[in-house]
Structure formats: structure tokens, C-alpha cells
């Protein structure tokens, strides 16, 4: 069965502190990998994909498809990064249907 | 409009009565999406729409859900004889050719 997993519920680092939320994700077929935020009071956006390999707001996501993660980074935490991140699973040929994990949020303390 | 409309954003309703929930997608979006977020979970898909061809109704977690578009504008979700497991957060989203774009949901609750 396809599923996303996010271990950690909540993660809290001081502020320049690396960040790495976990991603796990279990499929067969050939994943396609979004990571998604909302910010307080905000509505959920997509803050990076796996297939266009970009950094966005510093943070950076590699697909391991060895390990099937595809866990969120950034070297130093900034406080307006304190939010709730979503991992999501496209399944092949179909980038409607995401599969979201859990979600971790996300504490960056001054 | 700018983004994606949903309403009402919030809804209280009595068990057993009928809901229903509006989404207004973006302008020329062809995809327009229902998700469910329950209280400290991830979110589940219910229900897909592309164009003209026959939605994806997979995620519907029972006969109670219903879900209409009409074209490629608005799309009402509607449950029937609600209960207290559908409170939830309703999110909306639609795209076109790229990311899914959000609503800001409606939160429903079943007293």
C-alpha cells in the first residue's frame, strides 16, 4: 500500500541551527515527491518538488530511492520557518491524488 | 479570483442534518481536488475532478459523501446525515498543468 510517513510530530531547533524533517514513503511504482508548508493563519502551499531539484526559502529535498525518504533540509533554521511541513507521494500518472503524511511542525526558538 | 474560495469556513451542525461546502477554483484550473484533514492527522483525498472526464471518487469514505462540479468551475462537496467522525477540515484545491493550489478550508463540526 502507498503511504507517506513523518515520524516526528514535532520538531523544535534555536534558531541557525540545520533542520532535517524526515520523509519516509512506501510505493512501487516511480514516486513523485512534494513537500508542503502552512504557516500560521496561512493557507498550505507547496514549497518544493522533488523532480525540479530546487532550494526554496534554503531548504532542499533529495529523493532516496535506495532509502525511500525524502527528508527536508536547511542548514541554519530561521524563525519565520517555525510552520507545519507535509510530505506528499504522487503516484505515477496521476500528480492529483497525494498521498500527505502526518505532518511535523516545525519550532524555530529565538 | 486570486486564489481559491472556499465557504462557509466554518459550519457546527447538529448530527444527521446535510451539509454541503463550496470551492471556487482558480480561473482556468482543470484539476479541482476535496481533502479531509481530521484533527492531528495528515490529509486524506476524497474525491478528484479533471475536465470533463469522469471524477475520481476513490477517497470517498462512504455513500454519505457526494461531490459535484459543475464544468470547470465550482465544485460543492456535500455530506449527508452527518456525523460526529466527519469533523474535519475540508480543503479544496485545484491546478493546471502544475502545483495544487489551496483553499483555506472549511472546518465542520458535528455536534
Known amino acids: 500500500a502507498q503511504r507517506v510517513t513523518q515520524p516526528e510530530k514535532l520538531l523544535s531547533v534555536f534558531k541557525g541551527a540545520p533542520v532535517e524533517l524526515k520523509c519516509n514513503y512506501s510505493y512501487s511504482g516511480s514516486p513523485e515527491l512534494f513537500w508542503y508548508v502552512q504557516y500560521s493563519r496561512q493557507r498550505l502551499q507547496l514549497l518544493l518538488r522533488h523532480i525540479s531539484r530546487e532550494s526554496i526559502k534554503g531548504f532542499t529535498a533529495d529523493l532516496n530511492k535506495g532509502e525511500t525518504s525524502f527528508h527536508l533540509k536547511k542548514p541554519f533554521a530561521q524563525e519565520e520557518d517555525s510552520a507545519m511541513y507535509y510530505c506528499?507521494?504522487?503516484?505515477?500518472?496521476?500528480?492529483?491524488?497525494?498521498?500527505f503524511g502526518q505532518g511535523t511542525t516545525l519550532q524555530v526558538k529565538p | 479570483g486570486a486564489g481559491v474560495s472556499q465557504s462557509p469556513s466554518n459550519k457546527v451542525t447538529e448530527k444527521g442534518k446535510d451539509v454541503e461546502l463550496r470551492c471556487d477554483p482558480i480561473s482556468g484550473h482543470t484539476a479541482l481536488y476535496w481533502y479531509r484533514q481530521r484533527l492531528g492527522q495528515g490529509l486524506e483525498f476524497l474525491i478528484y475532478?479533471?475536465?470533463?472526464?469522469?471524477?475520481?471518487k476513490s477517497g470517498l469514505p462512504s455513500d454519505r459523501f457526494s461531490a459535484e462540479r459543475t464544468g470547470e468551475s465550482v465544485s460543492t462537496l456535500t455530506i449527508q446525515r452527518t456525523q460526529q467522525e466527519d469533523s474535519a477540515v475540508y480543503l479544496c484545491?485545484?491546478?493546471?498543468?502544475?502545483?495544487?493550489?489551496f483553499g483555506e478550508g472549511s472546518r465542520l463540526t458535528v455536534l
Open positions: 484545491a485545484s491546478s493546471f498543468k502544475g502545483p495544487m493550489f
Open positions: 506528499a507521494l504522487a503516484l505515477s500518472g496521476n500528480t492529483g491524488k497525494l498521498i
Open positions: 475532478f479533471q475536465g470533463n472526464s469522469a471524477p475520481d
